[in-house]
């Protein structure tokens, strides 16, 4: 009459070494899976802050100036400044990502020299300008309804002319940036 085996536990050593592999992968998998996912939200974090955005902005054109000078950024009630993100990107993932791949172009022309100091005024902002506005009229304004909801506006308190447009202004077919374009950047010439 022969032994029966032993059960093995799921922690006991296998009979083939191979077999090793197959745990030491899943946490090797799950640390760099950790390492990759933190990696890739630190991205997506700096690159939304203002310092990002200023390291081209800043001195090649007055954009940062602009903003620094519109309510946005200063303002007499003490709001939190808008940032350049809150402004320019989606806050739903996906449409982030494919804003900042499609962004990235942006940063390689200037690395390459299409875009300078010579040529931004003139040739790409006009171009970019037109750009954000077709997308914000695209998209109704969303990015300016993250804060901005006329469902919430105190229309006592706004003159008789812009209460009256912003409470008819989705029967009129008009979005924020209809009538707000240039408020927290000039409108190129």
Same mark, same amino acid.
């Given at each position: +009459? *022969?032994? /029966?085996? /032993?059960?093995?536990?799921?922690? &006991? =050593?296998? *009979? ?23 990696? %890739?939200? #630190?991205? +997506? ?24 000078? &519109?309510?946005? #950024? ?10 350049? *993100? ?6 739903? !993932? %996906? /449409? =982030?990502?494919?804003? =900042? ?34 997308? !914000?009229?695209?998209?109704? *304004? =969303? ?9 919430? +506006?105190? #229309?006592?308190?706004? &003159? ?8 008819? +202004? ?20």
């Amino acid at each position: +009459m *022969s032994n /029966p085996q /032993p059960k093995k536990g799921l922690w &006991s =050593k296998p *009979s083939k070494k191979w077999l090793l592999g197959i745990p030491l992968g899943g946490i090797l998998a799950f640390i760099l899976g950790a390492f990759a996912l933190g990696g %890739f939200h #630190f991205g +997506m974090t700096y690159t939304n802050n203002n310092d990002f955005c200023y390291g081209c902005h800043v001195g090649m054109d007055t954009i940062v100036e602009e903003y620094e000078a &519109s309510p946005h #950024f200063t303002n007499t009630k003490g709001v939190v400044a808008a940032t350049c *993100s809150d402004c320019h990107v989606p806050q739903e !993932f %996906f /449409p =982030k990502v494919a804003l =900042k791949i499609g962004a990235s172009v942006d940063i390689i022309h200037m690395i390459t020299g299409k875009i300078n100091l010579e040529n931004f005024e003139s040739e790409h902002r006009p171009r970019l300008a037109e750009k954000v506005t077709h997308e !914000f009229k695209e998209n109704d *304004s =969303k990015q300016c309804r993250y804060c901005h909801d006329v469902t919430q +506006m105190d #229309f006592e308190n706004q &003159s008789r002319n812009a209460s009256r447009r912003h409470q008819t +202004m989705e029967a009129r077919g008009l979005t924020c940036i209809d009538c707000h374009a240039g408020i927290a950047h000039k409108l190129p010439e």
